[in-house]
């Protein structure tokens, strides 16, 4: 946002900005998790704590409005359908194809089940990581260029709401946190659960404290009952 200035003709270049950015985190998570041998949940939140000091010292303590153009490319519609939803549906079908008939989803899988066994079969199991986390960053990024022209402007809590769901919407949708097993289909069933879940909490009046316990609830609960592989 702040590249942009609000200036439709930086649009570009912004969202060239917000990928970059994206990819850098991925890599500088995957080289953390493979040179210091950090656990991915430690080195996510390390980053995580210094790409918000950087935020804060560009500027980032205030909201920054989006160029108008991505204002309405957020909320386009064609005959009164939202084009943002439909494209997203089309994402997940493309991510479905690339793990299920892709070669590197495929080998992407199979270091997830286990990654001693994908270098035995001539996997390169190193580069095959590299290129998921920096995929995992380009889409985050990619949600909050999206996100802030849909909500009218960028700030650095503007996610924090979707911490938590969004470890649910996978874990329930059908993905293992273990790794080795995507369903990106299912995240829309998981999602829409979720939606008519909080719908349903707000019609009850309850506050938003119960809907994060039981959002917590549900993953331990999910977790719990997921069949593990077993050891060969």
Not at 27 to 39: D, K
Not at 170 to 188: E, F, K, P
Request: net charge positive; glycine share 12%; hydrophobic share 60%.
């Amino acid at each position: 946002m702040a590249v942009m200035s609000g200036q439709d003709g930086m649009l570009f270049g912004g969202l060239v900005v917000a990928i970059a950015v994206g990819a850098a985190a991925g890599t500088l998570n995957y080289l953390a998790i493979t040179l210091l041998r950090l656990p991915p949940i430690i080195a996510t939140l390390a980053w995580s704590f210094v790409f918000q000091s950087l935020a804060y010292n560009l500027g980032g303590s205030a909201t920054l409005k989006p160029p108008a153009m991505l204002s309405a490319f957020t909320l386009w519609r064609v005959a009164g359908i939202p084009v943002m939803p439909i494209a997203v549906m089309l994402l997940t079908i493309a991510t479905m194809l690339v793990l299920t008939r892709g070669i590197w989803g495929r080998r992407l899988l199979a270091v997830g089940q286990s990654e001693p066994a994908a270098r035995l079969a001539g996997i390169s199991a190193g580069s095959v990581r590299l290129v998921a986390y920096a995929a995992c960053g380009i889409a985050a990024a990619l949600a909050g260029f999206l996100l802030s022209g849909y909500s009218g402007g960028a700030a650095l809590n503007m996610g924090d709401v979707y911490l938590l769901e969004s470890i649910a919407v996978v874990v329930l949708g059908g993905t293992s946190v273990a790794g080795g097993q995507a369903n990106a289909i299912g995240i829309w069933g998981a999602a829409l659960f979720f939606n008519l879940m909080a719908t349903m909490l707000n019609t009850f009046q309850m506050q938003a404290g119960i809907r994060f316990i039981l959002t917590g609830a549900l993953i331990i609960l999910i977790v719990a009952i997921v069949p593990r592989p077993r050891a060969a």
